[in-house]
């Protein structure tokens, strides 16, 4: 290692503020996304004492918000690379179709299982395909196979949907949206598990350190020898396998697989990846927003309910809250940025 | 006598464009070689090509290291023969922490590619204080290089380079950007290559910055090398008037050898 002394800088003095904003730059976004869950729950605390002193609601949130938050945290990685997927609610449902046509010829809950996680990351891998050696912008070529998928699943499926029934009492259930304890559901498990994955992954392994660095300054990431197209279809596989893992957890809770399976899913899961603090732009962002943000999203449609108000109040509270969080991270990180500057 | 690097009749098309002609470059060992030109001269893909980036044209061209013949040039090949660049625009990633722009790429991990974080922030700390100059607590390995100034940055760039043993450093445009007395040290350091033993490619368009460091000047002119200079050939005045008619005419219209 080289000892030589270039002092490029003026030498100045250390303070508290300086440390202080070393934190805040560090978990700024932590700690903005963690302000808003308190402030909206305590709204509910204050609207629905009654219902939020108790433990069912909060047993509702962890077994509802999974459904999109498991999505959400490997989504959280896609748009930290730069790019965007917005195929997942088809891949949800082309890896239940894979499930569907392997139970119907093997009656094996396993292999229709692992043909699930297989299509999946097929899909995945495809959309990273097309996007890295395609060169197409990935939100024009998942919009493509977003439908492409969709016709796929209908055509094999004729449009209908299948009982899983025989899943119940099965690890295939139990193992997946059971109750652990006759209390947690499992799918909250599932998405912490997830969760730590995909923290692992981008903080402590170094194609998490790639994913940041290509999100960032992909002409950086490239001069400095980061394998780009390997980083970026590698996100999308990943990307496509939890889809199809979701897409399972979705229909074994309510045991029954239908074709629309996956609709309806892109407002919750874009909203908590933008109101965790993942810039739109890529090269940051974190897992831990990400699943505290699906919780606020989680818990708005029961809280609005819950406090009196009709359920036509939830797009209005979810549209102001992911606005003014965004508009506030957008503002706390330009003032931090100035503060620096010289 | 070998030289540290060799290309032979090298060139680089991009579709239509010949970016580059029938280069033929070298740097010695422990020389300091001055790279000029104008605007779109070549000198960007000259250097891209040396550390990988760029692959040369398939027809032709030879390429040595300490002697040796290379094939299959790659980024990682270039570092893994001591070739660092501190490239124009810095090569950075500017919402990252300090200690992820400083191991780009060659991040420090196990075999499993698990990252020893507090190694490199550690790493980072040390090269901070000791190799950069950064003293102040409003800079530490986490800070992001948005927030920093371009001697900052530049200093970040270099001390990279430094970091990984390099033989050869290149230096693309180093003092773009910065104060004067950033400048100088910039150049300082420069002089402080050749005194560590090492050789280094010194791009500048302002070649008051160029000349009093270097050992050879080396002059691209859309995309071929107009001419070559060792610095007791020519003086800065003539230099200056050379690299005029170059912009003019294409032709150096001198004695120098091309």
Same mark, same amino acid.
């Given at each position: 290692m080289s000892t030589e002394h270039i002092d490029l800088r003026p030498v100045t003095t250390s303070t508290g503020q300086h440390r202080f904003q070393g934190l805040l730059h560090r978990f700024g976004l932590q700690i903005g996304v963690v302000g808003v869950a308190l402030v909206?729950?305590?709204?509910?605390?204050?609207?629905?004492?009654?219902?939020?002193?108790?433990?069912?609601?909060?047993?509702?949130?962890?077994?509802?918000?999974?459904?999109?938050?498991?999505?959400?945290i490997p989504m959280t990685m896609v748009i930290i690379a730069g790019e965007i997927d917005l195929s997942f609610g088809s891949i949800m449902a082309f890896g239940m179709t894979a499930f569907?046509?392997?139970?119907?010829?093997?009656?094996?809950?396993?292999?229709?299982?692992?043909?699930?996680?297989?299509?999946?990351?097929?899909?995945?891998?495809? *959309?990273?395909?097309?996007?890295?050696?395609?060169?197409?912008?990935?939100?024009v070529a998942t919009i493509g196979t977003q439908f492409f998928w969709r016709g796929v699943v209908l055509v094999v499926t004729a449009g209908n949907g299948i009982g899983l029934t025989v899943a119940k009492g099965t690890i295939f259930y139990d193992g997946v949206v059971g109750r652990i304890g006759g209390v947690l559901p499992a799918q909250m498990v599932w998405t912490i598990l997830i969760g730590i994955a995909m923290w692992f992954l981008l903080n402590r392994h170094k194609f998490g350190a790639h994913v940041y660095l290509v999100g960032d *300054?992909?002409?950086?990431?490239?001069? %400095?020898?980061? *394998?780009?197209?390997?980083?970026?279809?590698?996100?999308?596989?990943?990307?496509?396998?939890?889809?199809?893992?979701?897409?399972?957890?979705?229909?074994?809770?309510?045991?029954?697989?239908?074709?629309?399976?996956?609709?309806?899913? %892109?407002? *919750?899961?874009?909203?908590?990846?933008?109101?965790?603090?993942?810039?739109?732009?890529?090269?940051?962002?974190?897992?831990?927003?990400?699943?505290?943000?699906?919780?606020?999203i989680g818990a708005i449609n029961a809280g609005i309910v819950a406090i009196g108000w009709t359920g036509f109040w939830t797009n209005v509270i979810y549209g102001l809250i992911v606005v003014i969080s965004v508009v506030l991270q957008a503002v706390l990180s330009r003032k931090l940025a100035k503060s620096r500057s010289r | 006598m070998d030289n540290l690097l060799q290309m032979i009749n090298v060139s680089k098309t991009f579709g239509e464009v010949k970016a580059l002609r029938n280069i033929h470059?070298?740097?010695?060992?422990?020389?300091? !070689?001055?790279?000029?030109?104008?605007?779109?001269?070549?000198?960007?893909?000259?250097?891209?090509?040396?550390t990988g980036y760029h692959q040369p044209d398939p027809d032709g061209g030879e390429f040595y290291l300490k002697g040796k013949k290379v094939t299959g040039w790659s980024v990682e090949k270039a570092r893994a023969y001591g070739i660092e660049t501190v490239y124009q625009e810095r090569a950075?990633?500017?919402?990252?922490?300090?200690?992820?722009?400083?191991?780009?790429?060659?991040?420090?991990?196990?075999?499993?590619?698990?990252?020893d974080v507090k190694k490199m922030r550690q790493e980072t700390s040390n090269l901070m204080l000791h190799t950069m100059g950064f003293t102040s607590a409003a800079v530490s390995a986490d800070s992001v290089v948005k927030t920093m100034s371009g001697g900052e940055r530049q200093g970040v760039a270099i001390t990279r380079a430094l970091y990984f043993k390099a033989e050869l450093i290149i230096l693309d445009e180093p003092t773009m950007g910065l104060?004067?007395?950033?400048?100088?040290k910039c150049l300082e350091f420069v002089a402080d290559i050749k005194k560590a033993g090492k050789s280094c490619i010194f791009i500048d368009h302002n070649i008051f910055h160029v000349y009093p460091v270097v050992d050879r000047i080396v !002059?691209?002119?859309?995309?071929?090398?107009?001419?070559?200079?060792?610095?007791?050939?020519?003086?800065?005045?003539?230099?200056?008037?050379?690299?005029?008619?170059?912009?003019?005419?294409?032709?150096?219209?001198?004695?120098?050898?091309?």
């Amino acid at each position: 290692m080289s000892t030589e002394h270039i002092d490029l800088r003026p030498v100045t003095t250390s303070t508290g503020q300086h440390r202080f904003q070393g934190l805040l730059h560090r978990f700024g976004l932590q700690i903005g996304v963690v302000g808003v869950a308190l402030v909206v729950w305590l709204i509910f605390l204050i609207g629905a004492p009654d219902v939020f002193t108790a433990y069912p609601i909060y047993g509702a949130f962890m077994s509802t918000t999974p459904f999109f938050a498991i999505m959400a945290i490997p989504m959280t990685m896609v748009i930290i690379a730069g790019e965007i997927d917005l195929s997942f609610g088809s891949i949800m449902a082309f890896g239940m179709t894979a499930f569907d046509v392997v139970l119907v010829s093997t009656n094996s809950l396993a292999l229709a299982f692992i043909a699930c996680l297989l299509a999946g990351l097929f899909a995945g891998w495809l *959309n990273g395909i097309i996007v890295v050696k395609g060169k197409v912008p990935s939100l024009v070529a998942t919009i493509g196979t977003q439908f492409f998928w969709r016709g796929v699943v209908l055509v094999v499926t004729a449009g209908n949907g299948i009982g899983l029934t025989v899943a119940k009492g099965t690890i295939f259930y139990d193992g997946v949206v059971g109750r652990i304890g006759g209390v947690l559901p499992a799918q909250m498990v599932w998405t912490i598990l997830i969760g730590i994955a995909m923290w692992f992954l981008l903080n402590r392994h170094k194609f998490g350190a790639h994913v940041y660095l290509v999100g960032d *300054n992909v002409e950086s990431a490239r001069l %400095m020898g980061v *394998n780009v197209e390997r980083t970026k279809i590698l996100v999308f596989t990943i990307f496509g396998l939890v889809a199809a893992f979701a897409g399972y957890v979705v229909s074994v809770e309510v045991l029954y697989f239908w074709p629309t399976l996956g609709e309806g899913y %892109m407002l *919750n899961t874009l909203a908590s990846v933008f109101l965790g603090g993942t810039s739109v732009f890529g090269g940051s962002g974190t897992i831990f927003g990400t699943f505290v943000a699906s919780f606020v999203i989680g818990a708005i449609n029961a809280g609005i309910v819950a406090i009196g108000w009709t359920g036509f109040w939830t797009n209005v509270i979810y549209g102001l809250i992911v606005v003014i969080s965004v508009v506030l991270q957008a503002v706390l990180s330009r003032k931090l940025a100035k503060s620096r500057s010289r | 006598m070998d030289n540290l690097l060799q290309m032979i009749n090298v060139s680089k098309t991009f579709g239509e464009v010949k970016a580059l002609r029938n280069i033929h470059f070298h740097v010695g060992y422990n020389e300091i !070689v001055g790279l000029v030109g104008d605007n779109g001269a070549g000198k960007s893909t000259l250097i891209k090509m040396i550390t990988g980036y760029h692959q040369p044209d398939p027809d032709g061209g030879e390429f040595y290291l300490k002697g040796k013949k290379v094939t299959g040039w790659s980024v990682e090949k270039a570092r893994a023969y001591g070739i660092e660049t501190v490239y124009q625009e810095r090569a950075l990633a500017d919402q990252q922490p300090l200690w992820r722009n400083i191991f780009m790429g060659r991040e420090i991990s196990n075999r499993f590619g698990v990252l020893d974080v507090k190694k490199m922030r550690q790493e980072t700390s040390n090269l901070m204080l000791h190799t950069m100059g950064f003293t102040s607590a409003a800079v530490s390995a986490d800070s992001v290089v948005k927030t920093m100034s371009g001697g900052e940055r530049q200093g970040v760039a270099i001390t990279r380079a430094l970091y990984f043993k390099a033989e050869l450093i290149i230096l693309d445009e180093p003092t773009m950007g910065l104060s004067l007395s950033e400048t100088k040290k910039c150049l300082e350091f420069v002089a402080d290559i050749k005194k560590a033993g090492k050789s280094c490619i010194f791009i500048d368009h302002n070649i008051f910055h160029v000349y009093p460091v270097v050992d050879r000047i080396v !002059v691209l002119d859309r995309g071929t090398i107009a001419g070559q200079f060792s610095k007791d050939q020519i003086s800065l005045d003539e230099l200056m008037t050379r690299l005029y008619r170059v912009a003019q005419t294409g032709r150096l219209d001198t004695s120098g050898e091309a």
